[in-house]
């Protein structure tokens, strides 16, 4: 199962504890967290919930990819059932956190990659998001033939400006400052307090658990004040540049940029896939008008779309399987990138009342 649970001081706790694959998720893993969530949203007993990790290697890295690249290779048609439950339990998952009706404390302490996100992300009304200065948060999907899903169409398009589309499309790693400062976390407290913090809650009655977390952190906001914030600090320049119209438009005036930051962003996107970052960009203008369910539904008929061009099964192959660290892109350039292309991923691939997540919101 991989998880472990325990409930003290009426707080539900559920401790990541896979730590050989930086706790990647497994189908058991996402139908365990997604039983215990269901049996604690209505228990009286229970009166909020924490999520973390059972070691310090990391909070989650993501969905586990070799499990993806494994299932899909099982059968001809680059298909499976398994597969096709993965990515419908998790996004299912990711809803009833975001709505989840408890305050909803996540500890980001480590890697927050992907799937890990979607781990992290709820309503702000019932989020805290903890970081870290080991925080280390992306949305790397690009890299490896896929966009950001985990209802990244939704919390991606509500960062400040333009930060969400240089997030999906360059795939950036980014730290707790940083996080901060793009509303994907709430409150910075050093790795080394995280154990006071567990004995905080565990052993004190709180009439608002969001208080006495932002409380708890008071005393570190000047540590991580400290901390530049690149996201920040570029704001403008990044707002010019990913307010581009296309892909290739946002390259060329990132080509004209000759500041550290703008040279990096464009190293970045010259290693990912050409035809996903233009999917990735549409993605997130898309969501920006949608719903978190509706969100999740387009994403998921995104993902099914994705594994049968075989974009994904290429990434993770050079980047997990082979590491070879040069995956062969289709198409390779981003001249070869046509309109219908990118459509091609948006087209529902099932009627929407046999939609797997017909059921949400």
Not at 287 to 316: K, N, P, Q, V
Not at 320 to 344: G, Q, R, Y
Request: glycine share 6%; hydrophobic share 45%; charged share 20%.
């Amino acid at each position: 199962m991989s998880i472990d649970v325990a409930v003290n001081n009426r707080i539900g706790f559920i401790n990541l504890n896979r730590p050989k694959a930086l706790n990647s998720l497994s189908l058991d893993m996402i139908r365990a967290i997604t039983q215990t969530l269901l049996l604690w949203k209505d228990d009286t007993d229970i009166t909020s919930v924490v999520i973390q990790s059972a070691h310090e290697k990391g909070f989650c890295a993501g969905g586990d990819i070799r499990f993806f690249y494994t299932a899909g290779q099982a059968s001809p048609q680059q298909g499976s059932a398994l597969l096709e439950d993965f990515f419908t339990e998790e996004y299912a998952l990711n809803y009833l956190i975001h709505h989840y009706p408890k305050p909803y404390i996540a500890v980001m302490d480590g890697v927050v990659m992907g799937g890990g996100m979607g781990l992290a992300q709820s309503i702000a009304t019932s989020r805290i998001g903890i970081v870290t200065e080991c925080t280390r948060m992306a949305m790397p999907e690009v890299n490896i033939g896929i966009f950001p899903d985990v209802g990244g169409s939704y919390f991606l398009s509500r960062v400040p400006g333009k930060i969400g589309i240089y997030l999906g499309i360059t795939g950036d790693t980014i730290g707790a400052a940083d996080a901060l400062h793009a509303n994907l976390a709430d409150v910075f407290i050093p790795s080394v307090e995280l154990p006071a913090l567990r004995d905080f809650l565990s052993s004190n009655a709180f009439d608002d658990i969001h208080a006495a977390i932002r409380e708890f952190a008071a005393p570190f906001t000047a540590q991580i004040e400290s901390v530049e914030s690149t996201l920040m600090t570029e704001r403008d320049t990044i707002d010019r540049h990913f307010s581009c119209t296309s892909v290739p438009d946002i390259m060329q005036s990132l080509e004209h940029d000759s500041s550290l930051f703008a040279r990096s962003a464009l190293a970045l996107m010259r290693t990912r896939s050409p035809l996903m970052m233009c999917v990735t960009l549409e993605q997130i203008r898309r969501g920006t008008l949608m719903t978190i369910a509706d969100c999740l539904r387009m994403e998921r008929s995104m993902i099914r779309h994705c594994f049968e061009r075989g974009e994904a099964f290429e990434g993770i192959r050079a980047m997990v399987i082979d590491k070879d660290n040069a995956p062969k892109w289709m198409p390779a350039s981003l001249d070869d990138v046509t309109p219908e292309m990118v459509s091609a991923f948006f087209v529902p691939a099932w009627p929407a009342y046999v939609h797997p997540l017909r059921d949400l919101g």
